[in-house]
Each structure stands twice: as C-alpha cells, then as structure tokens.
C-alpha cells in the first residue's frame, strides 16, 4: 500500500521536540479527545512537544477546531488525501497514537502506514490491532485518562534510547 522505496526514516534531531500525529476520521470513537487531552497534558508538563492532526472531523467541527485552536501545540492539517502528503506526514512524525474505542475497529490502514514510515505506535488492543504491534508496552489499557500513561512511557523510551529500535520493530 506504500512504495516500497519510501525510507524509514529514524533519527531524532532533538529529544526535547517530539512529534506526534493522528491521522484518521476525526471522532472522539477514533481518539481525538484523548488526542487534545495529549497535547493539553504535555504543555502542563512544559514539553515541547508538537502535535498534528489530519482528517474530516467527521461531528462537532466549530466546537473540535476551537478546542484545536486554544492548544498552541497542536497544528490541525485538515484532509489529506494526496500520497506524498500522507507520507510526508508519517515522516514528520516520531509517535503515532492511535487512541480509539471504535466498536467495529479492525486492521486499520493509517496504523500499518504509520508502522511502515517508522512511525511509533501507541495504541489501544481493538480489532487485530495488538498483532500488528511488536513491543507490548506501546498497547496501553483503555484508560479514561492516558495522558500521564502515554507521558511515562515516552520519558522511559527517552531513558532507554529506544526511539531507533522501536521504530523499526513496530
């Protein structure tokens, strides 16, 4: 589903700015709450992190892109449907977080994309997603507050210097 003469790209230019994204349809089912909730969570943390969003936001639009636009971390990108765009996309990214309770989820696409760009994948077990996943610690308990989870586990990749590792594993 992806040229296979994409690189997977994997170096770090610096540890204190990471890069996190979700692309999919927009809903609170598919993480998008959990997602704000993130970015909200690491600028009370004083983190420099930076976090993207792309997609329809399927419910809600005026009311999500209000919340969107009060957290200056977070850049929503709208609808990318162009393939260079979307690989360009994975490739900004460090993590993936991929936070949904979607009832009828499955094996979604935009998972597999970000496992094959290099992306790190933090998820929740829905559908096959856990088969899709090498190491176990990226596959957080439904959680109604993943937030300081997600924190944790980012400060021990960091600790461990597993950014490399993790990124071609997944």
């Known amino acids: 589903f992806l040229d296979n003469n994409i690189n997977n790209k994997k170096t770090l230019s610096n540890s204190n700015i990471l890069k996190f994204g979700l692309l ?3 809903t609170k089912d598919k993480g998008l709450d959990k997602f704000i909730d993130l970015a909200t969570y690491s ?3 004083y983190k420099s ?5 792309a997609g329809p936001i399927i419910k809600n639009k005026s009311s ?12 929503y990108l709208g609808i990318i449907n162009n393939e260079k765009e979307k690989i ?3 490739q900004n990214l460090d993590f993936f977080i991929f936070l949904t309770t979607y009832i009828n989820e499955s ?5 597999l994309e970000a496992i094959s760009l290099g992306c790190i994948p933090i998820v929740y077990d829905r559908g096959s997603i856990s088969s899709l996943i090498c ?4 596959i957080l308990d439904q959680n109604n507050n ?3 989870l997600i924190f944790n586990l980012i400060n021990e990749i960091l600790k461990n210097e597993e950014i490399k590792k993790l990124s071609f594993e997944s």
């Open 135 to 138: 190491s176990k610690k990226l």
């Open 146 to 148: 993943p937030s300081g």
């Open 88 to 90: 360009s996309f994975y």
């Open 43 to 45: 600028l009370e943390k």
């Open 24 to 26: 999919s349809n927009l």
């Open 49 to 53: 992190w930076k976090f993207y969003l």
């Open 107 to 111: 094996e979604p696409l935009v998972l």
């Open 64 to 75: 999500y892109l209000k919340r969107i636009n009060n957290v200056p971390n977070l850049d």
